[in-house]
């Protein structure tokens, strides 16, 4: 994955400030984009008209949000251009003139966050901004609160182990074993789960 920022904190969908890749190989189309961007207050804007080395490109101009027009792409450009958006934490938005349910299935699963068809406006090209904005902060919100309660379950299945190894070792029963574990913790101001591997770790050694 690129080492590009993904602080978004407060929700940015109303900032105008925001710097926008613009994608398009045809100028014409680009122009209409561009148009509803400006209409919309955004005037960072930035336009490439290649596929060629995007990631690089993404990397180097480090934009906000990435507008994608693909028109009738073929197969395997769309192939690629979903692989970008796996890679690359930024808000995506793609315009297709025509997709089918497989394609569209395909874009969700990739995190693009707006999959606009046959919607090449540009008195919406604002409105498709921001909620494009909107949908990724809330996916990443919906990770990061997954990601949190990963972590919780796996810590509570590392105490319940080491607990188990105190009880055993020295033949307490399972509410002073966790005494014995929350006072280690707060002596050595470290968390349960770490108490819980350092206990594991030394039950394997001696194993």
């Avoid at 925001?18 to 960072?44: C, M, N």
């Avoid at 934009?63 to 450009?77: F, G, Y």
């Avoid at 299935?105 to 909620?131: F, P, Q, T």
């Avoid at 105190?166 to 002073?176: A, H, P």
Wanted: aromatic letters at 4%; one cysteine or more; charged letters at 30%.
């Amino acid at each position: 994955m690129l080492g590009l920022r993904c602080d978004w904190g407060a929700d940015p969908a109303m900032d105008v400030s925001l710097k926008i890749l613009l994608v398009d190989h045809s100028p014409v189309r680009a122009a209409i984009i561009e148009e509803g961007l400006r209409q919309g207050g955004f005037l960072q804007v930035v336009t490439i008209h290649t596929t060629e080395m995007l990631l690089a490109r993404i990397h180097d101009i480090d934009p906000d949000v990435i507008l994608i027009d693909l028109a009738n792409p073929r197969r395997d450009e769309l192939e690629q251009m979903f692989q970008v958006s796996r890679l690359v934490r930024r808000p995506i938005t793609m315009f297709v003139d025509e997709s089918d349910h497989e394609q569209t299935r395909a874009a969700i699963e990739a995190g693009v966050s707006a999959y606009i068809v046959n919607g090449l406006h540009s008195d919406r090209v604002k409105h498709i901004v921001d909620m494009c904005v909107t949908r990724f902060n809330a996916f990443g919100r919906l990770e990061a609160e997954l990601a949190r309660a990963r972590d919780e379950l796996a810590g509570r299945r590392l105490i319940d182990r080491a607990k188990a190894i105190l009880m055993k070792s020295r033949g307490i029963d399972e509410e002073n074993a966790y005494k014995l574990m929350r006072n280690a913790a707060m002596n050595q101001k470290k968390k349960m789960a770490d108490i819980a591997r350092a206990i594991i770790s030394a039950s394997e050694v001696l194993l």
